[in-house]
């Protein structure tokens, strides 16, 4: 074919024409190259989360799909960034609901990772199909793998795809990342502190309103089993202390003494039961306390629950005696109760102004 006898247009606007054909298919075969036709499934959304931030902190994480229609999937290929360090070994994979963030979907038939490629720093998962429009989610662990060094924009890929029946693998959704390390051990992790008080509460009241914090014996007699006052008076204590509380009883007398008549009248304080003996003592019963030896009631010793009954214990003027006490924690409105009892000998003088005065107090066991 000889060219010399083509003949060609000088019209300009034909040379336009030409130019920008020639234009818009060059663009065209440069877009499909830079930009591959669209994969079978769109991402909704994508992120990968890692547990640690830190430089050379042990690598796992997780990562979540959700993608608006589902092809046939086999593999996920997670890359990660150039700096982190991936071994070959000991890697798991889990969807345990603890692991992953709240309201994702447990990734369904995640095993692996099948391969580690240490030379492009990718961990290769086998997986079944997502579930398409949820969260798709699993967890990672990279055994002695470490994150990398302090940086930012550390950048990776994550990779959905299938293998043909001829062995060819096709990829389906694909979506970059990028992560920030933090510099120093620890150095995205914040030290949360606090401290608790201890707390205390201790308040005494009366079983029977009228007589207040008073225990009227009334007018003694010598009959057996004595008098027991028909108030009560009730401890309630509150505390957070370790090992409970301890409560103690003293007595300003040790005894019933009258001004009236003096000294040689005085009904003294002893242990025993006043259904064969005579004299003066309190005792104590709770539902919750342990009340030792001589306050129990009946002689049980092992935490009576009513105030029915004729012994008592000694009380002392000196000295302070354990009455009460618990070694649950925390305490919350626990109670025990203390009342007294009197016999006469007989040999007494009359008088109106027999008394005593109790002191009662408690404290935490922290």
Request: glycine share 10%; proline share 5%; net charge negative.
């Amino acid at each position: 074919m000889d060219l010399s006898k083509l003949k060609v247009n000088k019209d300009p606007k034909a040379a336009l024409s030409i130019l920008l054909q020639l234009s818009l298919l060059i663009v065209s075969l440069f877009y499909a190259l830079l930009y591959p036709p669209k994969a079978d499934a769109t991402v909704t959304s994508f992120y990968f989360r890692l547990d640690r931030q830190s430089a050379t902190a042990p690598l796992s994480g997780v990562v979540c799909l959700n993608t608006t229609a589902v092809a046939t999937e086999s593999k996920v290929i997670v890359s990660f960034p150039s700096t982190f360090s991936l071994n070959a070994s000991s890697w798991t994979v889990d969807t345990t609901p603890a692991n992953l963030p709240s309201g994702a979907t447990q990734w369904p038939s995640i095993v692996g990772p099948a391969v580690v490629d240490i030379a492009t720093n990718a961990a290769i998962f086998t997986t079944g199909n997502i579930t398409n429009g949820v969260n798709n989610c699993f967890h990672f662990t990279g055994g002695t793998s470490t994150v990398g060094a302090a940086g930012n924009n550390e950048l990776g890929q994550i990779w959905t795809s299938k293998v043909t029946a001829g062995g060819t693998t096709t990829n389906i959704d694909n979506a970059g990342y990028a992560t920030s390390i933090v510099a120093g051990t620890n150095g995205e992790q914040v030290a949360v502190t606090a401290s608790i008080s201890g707390t205390f509460t201790f308040s005494l009241s009366p079983t029977a309103a009228i007589y207040g914090q008073t225990l009227p014996l009334g007018v003694l007699t010598n009959a057996a089993g004595g008098n027991t006052a028909p108030n009560q008076i009730q401890a309630s204590i509150t505390t957070n202390a370790h090992n409970g509380y301890f409560a103690w009883i003293k007595s300003a007398n040790a005894k019933l003494h009258s001004a009236q008549v003096g000294s040689g009248s005085d009904i003294n304080s002893s242990t025993g039961d006043l259904a064969s003996t005579t004299g003066y003592g309190a005792f104590a019963y709770s539902t919750t306390a342990n009340i030792p030896s001589p306050f129990y009631t009946n002689g049980v010793g092992t935490a009576p629950t009513t105030g029915n009954g004729t012994t008592v214990g000694l009380l002392h003027s000196t000295q302070f005696d354990q009455i009460a006490s618990e070694t649950t924690a925390p305490i919350s409105a626990h109670t025990f109760y203390v009342g007294v009892r009197a016999r006469l000998a007989g040999t007494e003088l009359p008088a109106t102004d027999y008394s005593d005065t109790l002191t009662l107090v408690a404290s935490g066991s922290f």
